[in-house]
T-cell receptor
Framework: SQKIEQNSEALNIQEGKTATLTCNYT??????LQWYRQDPGRGPVFLLL?????KEKRKERLKVTFDTTLKQSLFHITASQPADSATYLC?????????FGQGTTLQVKP | DGGITQSPKYLFRKEGQNVTLSCEQN?????MYWYRQDPGQGLRLIYY???????QKGDIAEGYSVSREKKESFPLTVTSAQKNPTAFYLC?????????????FGSGTQLSVL
């Protein structure tokens, strides 16, 4: 069955450093992959979408890569800030129905 | 102020009771979705609707029912057949169900069993 894996352990980093979150998927080939941010007790908010023919996508301090050979996406936040602390969800898609990973919680310490 | 509104924020269900979660959007989106989120787990799709008067089961539809009588509204009923209903419920919408459409989420409803 289709499976998505994100780091289950929280990622703790110092302010100003680059945070890197990993999303691995198995048993399917998504045409798109989306990343969302979720704050406690709130709904997820869309951040970035990357297509299978794109290797990299950037938006301000965010960068996403998509390696269809490794079946992996990496999500980077450069110059991280305490306000970046949240849970980040990846969601690959090839059928119109998004399948979400369990998310990785990022904690940026001042 | 455009977006998706879910209500109530908190809901309690008694044994054997059906409860309905409200979801309204004013984004003029055709597609709407219901997800369930349990602690430490990803979002799981309960039901989705591509257009008015049409809806399909997601991965965990048992014990739930929906209706889509209006474009703006997609209420979810948690029936007494759902034996483990305690979870955070999220409603979302998108322009269509195409692969590249981003989802817009509501603020969620936390359902607990008394």
């Amino acid at each position: 069955s289709q499976k998505i894996e994100q780091n289950s352990e929280a990622l703790n980093i110092q302010e100003g450093k680059t945070a890197t979150l990993t999303c691995n998927y198995t048993n399917y080939s998504p045409a798109y992959l989306q990343w969302y941010r979720q704050d406690p007790g709130r709904g997820p908010v869309f951040l970035l979408l990357i297509r299978e023919n794109e290797k990299e996508k950037r938006k301000e301090r965010l960068k996403v890569t998509f390696d269809t050979t490794l079946k992996q996406s990496l999500f980077h936040i450069t110059a991280s800030q305490p306000a970046d602390s949240a849970t980040y969800l990846c969601a690959p898609s090839n059928t119109g129905k998004l399948i979400f990973g369990q998310g990785t919680t990022l904690q940026v310490k001042p | 102020d455009g977006g998706i509104t879910q209500s109530p924020k908190y809901l309690f269900r008694k044994e054997g009771q059906n409860v309905t979660l409200s979801c309204e959007q004013n984004l003029n989106h055709d597609a709407m979705y219901w997800y369930r989120q349990d602690p430490g787990q990803g979002l799981r799709l309960i039901y989705y609707s591509q257009i008015v008067n049409d809806f399909q089961k997601g991965d965990i539809a048992e014990g739930y029912s929906v209706s889509r009588e209006k474009k703006e509204s997609f209420p979810l009923t948690v029936t007494s057949a759902q034996k483990n209903p305690t979870a955070f419920y999220l409603c979302a919408s998108s322009i269509t169900t195409a692969n590249n459409e981003k989802l817009f989420f509501g603020s969620g409803t936390q359902l607990s069993v008394l």
